[in-house]
């Protein structure tokens, strides 16, 4: 992986030249808990100008980068990545604390990120889940699609329940499985569902040995556990 990243690296500073400013990678790559069968490699890049113009410079890169499985980085001239921080506070506090320059400026290093709108976001990005988890059950109708619904939300939800312990003024675990065992004991669930899809994502149990329709019916009722008291908790903090 260190080779295909610094070709990609080399890729983005042939085509941007000098309007590329910095390249990093963050997420699970970079805290840990990355699993090759579910997890990205994630990238962001910084340049100068965002324009048309620049970003097709660009491209012959990100489609090499694509090639190789992954998908494209994101994007942001660095007043941008200052402006934004309100809005995508989840997102950059968790960037924030887990990334690795790979070309450039640290420019998340003095990243302030205001916490005014964290609370709103997470709120907001709680529900917007759990409605579309909602959605997604209605349109799936057997075990093995619902265990990848699971599987491939597990993450989400996860650094949804992280950041709530952080709204709610308390340190989080850094771990998704401690987050979610914390989360459940703060709201009086059951964190077992949840536990289990981890497993599965994790090579520690096969997907055969699920019970799907019951850590489905838990998994889904932990989710909507937490979306309504961590709602009611800040309304009234």
């Given at each position: 992986m260190q080779d295909v990243l610094k070709k990609f690296v080399d890729e983005l500073k042939g085509a941007a030249g000098p309007n590329l400013k910095s390249v990093v990678l963050y997420g699970s790559k970079v805290s840990g808990e990355f699993h090759a069968r579910h997890s990205d490699v994630n990238?962001?890049?910084v340049i100068e100008s965002g324009g048309a113009t620049a970003l097709a410079e660009l491209r012959p890169a990100v489609a090499w980068w694509m090639r190789q499985g992954h998908s494209a980085p994101l994007v942001f001239t660095e007043e941008e990545l200052h402006r934004a921080a309100d809005i995508f506070a989840i997102e950059l506090l968790?960037?924030?604390a887990h990334h690795r320059v790979l070309f450039g400026e640290d420019l998340f290093a003095h990243l302030d990120v205001p916490m005014t709108l964290h609370?709103?976001?997470v709120e907001r990005e709680l529900r917007t889940n759990a409605l579309r988890l909602r959605q997604a059950i209605l349109t799936t109708s057997n075990g093995e699609d619902h265990l990848r619904l699971m599987t491939s939300s597990i993450s989400s939800f996860a650094a949804l329940f992280r950041h709530a312990l952080l709204a709610l003024g308390e340190k989080p675990p850094g771990?998704?499985?401690a987050a979610i065992q914390r989360m459940?004991?703060?709201v009086g669930a059951?964190?077992?569902p949840f536990e289990t899809v981890l497993d599965v994502r994790e090579g520690k149990q096969r997907e055969s040995q699920v019970d799907v329709p019951a850590t489905l019916r838990g998994y889904?009722?932990?989710v909507?556990?937490?979306t309504d008291e961590v709602d009611r908790r800040l309304a009234h903090s």
């Open positions: 990238i962001l890049c968790d960037i924030k609370r709103a976001q771990d998704k499985r459940a004991a703060l059951d964190a077992k889904l009722a932990l909507e556990r937490v």
